[in-house]
T-cell receptor
C-alpha cells in the first residue's frame, strides 16, 4: 500500500524559532493536507494543497505541494507555545473510486520551550 | 462545532469480549471513516463507508466489523477484543468533492485488559 515518510519524528525548539517538517511518498497524490493534533483531541486541518507546485499560507504556517506530487513540506514561523502538538501530513487518493481515503504520515511531535 | 461525536470517550474491556464504538454526525456527510492511532504508526484506516449500507475495508481491518444503517451513525465493532486492539480510535467524516480533508471526532480511548 501507499506509505508516507514524515520527518522529523520529533522536534524540540525555543519559542520564536522557525520549524520545518516534510513528507515524502512512494506514490503520487492529488491532494496534500496538513493536520495538527492537540492532546486528547482529534486532528484539525491546517492547510490543504490541490496543485503540484502550489504554495499556501495560513497565518504563520506555509505549506508547499511538491512538483513531483510525491512530497510536501510545512513551515511554521516564529513558533509560540500553543504550536505544541503532533503534526500530520496526509495524501488524498485521486478521485474516481477512491472514496476520498487519506493516507497519513506517522506525525511530527513538536515541543516549544517558552 | 463540527457535528461529529464519538461514544464512549473512554472504555476498558476484557480480552475476548465484543465492543462497539459509535460515531454520530449531524452534517449529513456521505463518507465516514474509522482510524486507529498508535505510537509509531500514526493514523491507520480500519474501515470506511461511502453511503448507507456501503462499507469497505481499510489497511488494518482484521478483527473489526462496521455497520451503517443510517447516514448519521457509523458503528465499529471489535468482535472479540484483544490486547493488540488497545488504541485510540478516531472517526472522521467528509462530504467528498466539495470538502477536501476530513473532520475528526475527539476519539475513543480503548483499553483491552
Amino acid at each position: 500500500g501507499q506509505q508516507l515518510n514524515q520527518s522529523p519524528q520529533s522536534m524540540f525548539i525555543q519559542e520564536g524559532e522557525d520549524v520545518s517538517m516534510n513528507c515524502t511518498s512512494s506514490s503520487i497524490f492529488n491532494t496534500w493536507l496538513w493536520y495538527k493534533q492537540d492532546p486528547g483531541e482529534g486532528p484539525v486541518l491546517l492547510i490543504a494543497l490541490y496543485k503540484a507546485g502550489e504554495l499556501t499560507s495560513n497565518g504563520r504556517l506555509t505549506a508547499q505541494f511538491g512538483i513531483t506530487r510525491k512530497d510536501s513540506f510545512l513551515n511554521i514561523s516564529a513558533s509560540i507555545p500553543s504550536d505544541v502538538g503532533i503534526y500530520f501530513c496526509a495524501g488524498q487518493d485521486p478521485p474516481g473510486g477512491s472514496n476520498y481515503k487519506l493516507t497519513f504520515g506517522k506525525g511530527t511531535l513538536l515541543t516549544v520551550n517558552p | 462545532d463540527a457535528g461529529i461525536t464519538q461514544s464512549p470517550r473512554h472504555k476498558v474491556t476484557e480480552t475476548g469480549t465484543p465492543v462497539t464504538l459509535r460515531c454520530h454526525q449531524t452534517e449529513n456527510h456521505r463518507y465516514m471513516y474509522w482510524y486507529r492511532q498508535d505510537p509509531g504508526h500514526g493514523l491507520r484506516l480500519i474501515h470506511y463507508s461511502y453511503g448507507v449500507k456501503d462499507t469497505d475495508k481499510g489497511e488494518v481491518s482484521d478483527g473489526y466489523s462496521v455497520s451503517r444503517s443510517k447516514t448519521e451513525d457509523f458503528l465499529l465493532t471489535l468482535e472479540s477484543a484483544t490486547s493488540s486492539q488497545t488504541s485510540v480510535y478516531f472517526c472522521a467524516i467528509t462530504s467528498g468533492p466539495t470538502n477536501y480533508g476530513y473532520t475528526f471526532g475527539s476519539g475513543t480511548r480503548l483499553t483491552v485488559v
